[in-house]
DNA sequence: GCAATAATAAAACGAACGTTCAATTAATTC
DNA sequence: GAATTAATTGAACGTTCGTTTTATTATTGC
């Protein structure tokens, strides 16, 4: 057999990136093998390589997509003439939001940055590397104009960043918790860690959203 | 050929353990191979088997055994009658050092425990589930006699792990900052984490470790 | 120093891997 | 409706994988 009815290669496509997510994601880059992944799509191995050249460009491209999405969305999201308080709350529903929506991604970009080539690897640290400077000037201005008492701005950056992707690990869509709440107190406990001042007009707004548990 | 001049059981098991480790945790466990393994060694692939019965087994060893060793070091450092503000420290201390001593083994078992099978998967999650409510039932005690201030405790709690255990993603000995200097950042970033109320003697203890940095 | 045992080497097993190639059919173009 | 292009199959390639088997040598106990 050869071309099947129906078929149409922007389609195929999508399903094989939406299923090497998904395989990615559960077994592990290395662990999913070529076979197994068209089998989850319907077709043959071979099909594979007319939309990707080898399994490594494959895991490159879904990566890259992935990151650069999370610099759209901040870049879409960012309040342009806000203080600090205002910036901060907003990367942090962007970066939770973002993630939880992506669950798959986020662990495939965060888990298999091992298995690029150097070159590529680069890459995509670059984009991460962009995505947090944009964290750490935020802690900067916030401190430089009181809102915020930091220790060390760029290890609070990394201990926030660790702390709310680590939200893929537990959340489960379905669960105790929905979204908003899971974001409220998250947004409370980042308030808390750059030491924000309690007064001004992002006090109130932190604390309607951050009460809503004990 | 066969055995070796000077060849000795114990110290080869040794040898593969750390060899194992530092591999897995750079490559991954399904990209390291036995023979990889063994060149490492300095043996035959072959001579693995004598002490480990598969591959699986030798993983699930490496995490058992990192798992079992948290725990104890807890076991070791938790202070018996002390208040919250005093054991949540205790905690943060003896986890921050255990996981930067043992950088690699954390990598290990925080990432490949999907290459473990059902029952052993499990074994390992009992393990870290007990370690991970030794702190809930600080935070909880915490929450009751008032010293913190917390909305959520599992999801503080979840938050608070991933925070620390992050440190070995960036952390480097040789760089910027000393463990101690680390250590004592993410004390007081835990304290104002949890909504720590600044009075009594703890609350010296922290700011004499926290105001290293700027 | 001789038997028993511990530790390893060397070779081989079948299975699975990523990838390539030629053939074939569906859809599109004119 | 013929020619062209797009999409896919099925078979095969050489390589590497985890593991097993068998033989061989070093060490230990008596």
Redesign the interface.
């Given at each position: 057999m050869a071309r099947t009815t129906g078929s149409d290669g922007e389609r195929t496509e999508a399903a094989i990136r939406e299923a090497a997510v998904n395989l990615i994601a559960?077994?592990?880059y290395?662990?999913m093998s070529m076979r197994q992944l068209a089998a989850e799509v319907g077709v043959q191995a071979a099909a594979l390589y007319r939309y990707f050249p080898t399994k490594e460009e494959l895991l490159f491209t879904l990566m890259r997509e992935h990151m650069e999405g999370l610099g759209e969305a901040w870049e879409k999201t960012r309040p342009a003439g806000a203080d600090p308080s205002q910036r901060l709350s907003a990367y942090v529903r962007n970066h939770i939001a973002f993630h939880i929506e992506r669950r798959h991604a986020t662990h495939v970009s965060n888990?298999e940055l091992?298995?690029l080539s150097p070159e590529r690897l680069t890459h995509i640290l670059r984009l991460r590397t962009a995505y947090e400077k944009e964290l750490r000037a935020i802690l900067r201005d916030g401190t430089d104009t009181g809102a915020f008492s930091i220790?060390?701005i760029g290890?609070?950056a990394?201990?926030?960043?660790?702390?709310m992707?680590?939200v893929i690990?537990?959340f489960r869509p379905d669960e105790r918790?929905s979204i908003a709440?899971?974001t409220a107190?998250?947004l409370?406990?980042t308030m808390?860690?750059v030491?924000a001042r309690h007064d001004g007009a992002e006090e109130r707004h932190v604390h309607e959203h951050?009460?809503?548990?004990?």
């Open positions: 559960r077994q592990g290395e662990a888990m091992r298995s220790d060390d290890l609070t990394m201990a926030l960043i660790q702390m992707t680590g690990v537990w918790l709440e899971v107190t998250y409370s406990m808390r860690l030491g951050a009460q809503l548990r004990a």
